[in-house]
């Protein structure tokens, strides 16, 4: 069983920056790969970054890159999420899972265990 306590959502200008942090609870997190994910009202939740259990490989939605970086600390059983250059439609609600495997899927049924999905909100 693994538990995920997401932190770092809030309301922030467009072009302005967050961080999102996801803390794990158990010894298999490393072993895992991990995914953030946001869900507008409305919207399907759909995958904005994925890292695999190492972090030595990444991915990221065309939305997402150049903007979003996701990295992890195995030994700190966490995941981080930074966000720059927001922009409106970035508003959602955000959520990192781990993935039942080593490397990150696109799909929600390749992840297993899942955060609250705290809020981020971009808004001038």
């Known amino acids: 069983q693994v538990q995920l306590v997401e932190s770092g959502g809030g309301l922030v200008q467009p072009g302005g920056s967050l961080r999102l942090s996801c803390a794990a609870s158990?010894?298999?997190?490393?072993?895992?790969?991990v995914g953030w994910f946001r869900q507008a009202p409305g919207k399907e939740r759909k995958l904005v970054a994925g890292i695999n259990w190492s972090g030595s490989s990444t991915y990221y939605t065309d939305s997402a890159k150049g903007r979003f970086t996701i990295s992890r600390d195995n030994a700190k059983n966490a995941v981080y999420l930074g966000m720059n250059s927001l922009k409106l439609e970035d508003t959602a609600a955000y959520f990192c899972?781990?993935?039942?495997?080593?490397?990150?899927?696109?799909?929600?049924?390749?992840?297993?265990?899942w955060g609250q999905g705290p809020q981020v909100t971009v808004s001038s």
């Open positions: 899972a781990t993935a039942a495997d080593a490397d990150w899927g696109a799909t929600l049924s390749h992840y297993d265990y």
């Open positions: 158990g010894d298999t997190f490393s072993k895992f790969a």
